[in-house]
C-alpha cells in the first residue's frame, strides 16, 4: 500500500488594511478549528513585508484525503465565510513535499509562530496579579461612597468598573509583560 504524501496549501490573501488585527484573530481562530482533524500538521502564516496587505497562509496535512475532509467541512466553511468582508483570495496553491513550507526567494517575512495555550495555572495567576491589587484599591476608594448600599448592589457597581479595566488595560499590559513566562515551553516530565 503507498505511503500517503503530505500536502501543503498556500494561499494568498489580499487583507484590507483597517482589517490587519482582525484577520490575525481569524487566522488564529483557523488554526484552532483545524487541529481538530485528523492528519492536520501544521500551519503558519507570513507577510511579504511588515505593511504589505499581502498574506501568505499555509496548512499542512498528512495526504490529500485528510485535506479534503477538511477543505469540505462545516466548520471549515463556516470559518470561510467569517471572513468575507476581511480578504479576497488572489492565489492557492496546493505542494506537496518540504517546499510548501518555504516563502519565494525575495520574500521578507514576518513570521508568528503557532499559538500555544499556556496552562491554565498560568492564566489563572496572570490574572490574579492585577485583578488582587485592583480589587483593593477600587474597594478602598468606593467604600466610603457604598457604605450604605445593599452588598449586591456595591458589588455589581465594582465589577462593571473593574470588568473594563482588566479587559482593556490591565490584563493586555500584564500578558505582554508575563509573555516569556505563559509561552515557555512546558518540559517533558518523561525524560527525567
Not at 496553491?93 to 517575512?109: A, K, L, M, S, V
Request: hydrophobic fraction near 45%; glycine fraction near 4%; proline fraction near 8%.
Amino acid at each position: 500500500m503507498p505511503q500517503a504524501t503530505p500536502i501543503t496549501v498556500s494561499i494568498t490573501r489580499t487583507v484590507l488594511p483597517e482589517h490587519h488585527r482582525r484577520f490575525n484573530a481569524w487566522v488564529q481562530a483557523g488554526q484552532v478549528l483545524a487541529r481538530e482533524w485528523d492528519g492536520y500538521l501544521g500551519s503558519g502564516w507570513i507577510r511579504t513585508a511588515p505593511d504589505s496587505n499581502e498574506w501568505h497562509v499555509l496548512y499542512r496535512f498528512s495526504s490529500a484525503k485528510a485535506l479534503a475532509a477538511w477543505d469540505e467541512s462545516e466548520e471549515r466553511r463556516w470559518w470561510i465565510d467569517s471572513a468575507a468582508e476581511l480578504v479576497e483570495i488572489t492565489k492557492v496553491e496546493h505542494r506537496t513535499g518540504i517546499e510548501g513550507w518555504f516563502e519565494q526567494p525575495g520574500d521578507t517575512n514576518l513570521t508568528i509562530a503557532e499559538t500555544v495555550v499556556p496552562p491554565r495555572w498560568k492564566q489563572a495567576v496572570s490574572i490574579f496579579l492585577p485583578f488582587f491589587p485592583l480589587s483593593l484599591l477600587s474597594n478602598f476608594l468606593l467604600m466610603p461612597f457604598l457604605g450604605d448600599w445593599p452588598l449586591v448592589l456595591a458589588v455589581l457597581l465594582n465589577i462593571c468598573i473593574l470588568t473594563p479595566l482588566m479587559t482593556y488595560i490591565f490584563l493586555p499590559v500584564t500578558t505582554q509583560l508575563l509573555r516569556p513566562w505563559l509561552h515557555k515551553p512546558r518540559r517533558d516530565k518523561r525524560k527525567k
